[in-house]
């Protein structure tokens, strides 16, 4: 038995998960999680299947196996819900489809999940070759070290502007998006693990520095649906659609649902990709060598000719090194969700209403699920050694109705980057280079200054 709803009858033969150790009064578990969440979060395992959590005054019950974080993804027991949702909330609203439950998000899926079917994506390809290659050139213009916070951000949020809300209103928009979202990101994740909501509205210059970069960012958000209309244009995008779509009873959704969904696509499109694209060129600073057999594969598959969408099913080594970083390096390392019912987990009762947490870094990286574990190897996504993988302890996009529905969007666009860049050039530090985990709702290198190094 893995996740069943449990009678009333059943629960009180069900027995309580441990309590983790090492909480301290009033924070509980949530010093932990501050100070140094991943390590505490990857020896959970060790202490069993499900474990509770102190977060403040709250109980959360942490998951640690690939099996049952594969369960509660695609239970219909448990919701997009808890304290990371709760923190997101001010950025991404209700009604969008990376918080909505339910009808609600089966409706938005329908309408969002066009500009991502996979005969979609190849239109996207000039694009995505067309700015990875700016990319190259600026480095080429550039003297000196280059910030790879800015630059991986900005090439994120231009590739998901052009492809999915066309228009030149979004140049020069995309600057501040990026900003904004840093500040949002590095503060939200302290509000989860520390939920002292008063504490939040005190005008301390933290708090007022977030609530600008959010204001700013929905201020933003108002600004390019207003362009579109304004314009009178209807290209054949996500926008339009959000413009266009119909609710239940067939009337236009409401201006609160577009606002969320766009924020809803700006996010994943700038955070999470940004924040791989910097993890992907710390491994191919430290890694060098995987530097130069992505080159080799490039001259292989391409020759001489620039690298095009079309060769990106061909680019199977070049794959391989995205889908290593995102499994020891996922942007998206912690996930909650709530139960709606009493149900049993791993053995264990779980009550109606109860917090989940888990995280993707800790069942990625687990030693009884990858031989190595914390070796960067990209050989081992080869067909002959990936099906000894154990399920759902490589998910990166999630499962089920959550799974991110620009899986394959994302995947094409990071493995054409990656080949691009890596064509052109080698990477080293520079003196300021901080290459530690920033800590926030997403994961990713603290402070990457690079050179870029001409091939």
């Given amino acids: 038995m893995t996740v069943e709803s449990v009678r009333p009858e059943d629960t009180a033969a069900t027995a309580e998960p441990p309590v983790a150790g090492g909480a301290v009064p009033l924070l509980g578990h949530g010093w932990r999680l501050v100070r140094d969440p991943l390590a505490f979060l990857s020896q959970l395992r060790d202490h069993g299947d499900v474990v509770r959590l102190k977060l403040g005054p709250k109980t959360v019950y942490a998951v640690t196996t690939p099996a049952l974080t594969g369960a509660v993804a695609l239970s219909p027991d448990y919701i997009i819900a808890g304290p990371?949702?709760?923190?997101?909330?001010?950025?991404?609203?209700?009604?969008?489809?990376?918080?909505?439950?339910?009808?609600?998000?089966?409706?938005?899926r329908r309408t969002i999940q066009p500009a991502f079917r996979l005969d979609a994506i190849p239109a996207y390809g000039p694009i995505m070759a067309e700015e990875a290659y700016a990319l190259v050139e600026r480095w080429r213009d550039a003297d000196g070290v280059l910030d790879?916070?800015?630059?991986?951000?900005?090439?994120a949020v231009r590739v998901a502007a052009r492809c999915l809300m066309r228009g030149s209103y979004m140049d020069a928009r995309a600057d501040r998006i990026c900003a904004d979202l840093t500040t949002l990101f590095a503060g939200m994740y302290q509000r989860m693990v520390v939920p002292l909501g008063p504490l939040y509205k005190v005008p301390l210059p933290s708090n007022r520095k977030f609530n600008r970069a959010l204001a700013d960012l929905h201020v933003l958000v108002d600004e390019i649906v207003a362009d579109r209309r304004a314009s009178g244009q209807k290209p054949d995008d996500l926008l339009?659609?959000?413009?266009?779509?119909?609710?239940?009873?067939?009337?236009?959704?409401?201006?609160?649902?577009?606002?969320?969904q766009v924020i809803a696509?700006?996010?994943?499109?700038?955070?999470?990709?940004?924040?791989?694209?910097?993890?992907?060129?710390?491994?191919?600073?430290?890694?060098?060598?995987?530097?130069?057999?992505?080159?080799?594969?490039?001259?292989?598959?391409?020759g001489d000719r620039p690298v095009a969408f079309d060769d990106v099913r061909k680019l199977t080594y070049t794959a391989n090194v995205v889908t290593e970083t995102l499994r020891?390096?996922?942007?998206?390392?912690?996930?909650?969700?709530?139960?709606?019912?009493d149900t049993e987990l791993?053995?264990?009762?779980?009550?109606?209403?109860?917090?989940?947490?888990y995280s993707p870094f800790a069942v990625q990286r687990d030693r009884r699920s990858y031989e190595r574990n914390e070796d960067f190897d990209p050989d081992r996504w080869l067909p002959e050694r990936s099906k000894d993988v154990?399920?759902?302890?490589?998910?990166?996009?999630?499962?089920?109705?959550?799974?991110?529905?620009?899986?394959?969007?994302?995947?094409?666009?990071?493995?054409?980057?990656?080949?691009?860049?890596?064509h052109a050039y080698g990477f080293e530090h520079a003196s300021d280079s901080d290459p530690r985990p920033r800590i926030g709702i997403t994961l990713r290198p603290r402070r990457l200054m690079l050179r870029a190094l001409p091939r």
């Avoid at 700038?270 to 910097?278: F, H, K, N």
């Avoid at 791993?346 to 947490?357: S, V, W």
């Avoid at 399920?391 to 995947?411: E, I, L, Q």
């Fill in 84 to 108: 990371l949702w709760e923190s997101l909330e001010s950025l991404l609203g209700k009604e969008g489809v990376a918080t909505a439950n339910g009808t609600l998000h089966r409706r938005q």
């Fill in 148 to 155: 790879i916070t800015y630059e991986s951000f900005r090439v």
């Fill in 240 to 260: 339009t659609a959000l413009l266009e779509a119909k609710d239940e009873n067939g009337d236009p959704i409401g201006e609160q649902e577009i606002h969320d």
């Fill in 265 to 302: 696509i700006l996010t994943p499109g700038a955070e999470t990709v940004g924040s791989t694209i910097m993890s992907l060129l710390l491994v191919l600073t430290e890694h060098p060598e995987l530097g130069d057999k992505i080159r080799d594969e490039v001259k292989s598959v391409v």
């Fill in 328 to 341: 020891l390096y996922p942007a998206v390392w912690i996930l909650t969700r709530r139960a709606v019912a």
């Fill in 346 to 357: 791993g053995g264990y009762r779980i009550p109606k209403g109860a917090d989940l947490i």
């Fill in 390 to 422: 154990p399920k759902y302890a490589m998910s990166p996009f999630s499962v089920g109705n959550r799974k991110c529905p620009s899986d394959h969007f994302s995947m094409a666009e990071l493995t054409l980057i990656t080949a691009v860049v890596a």
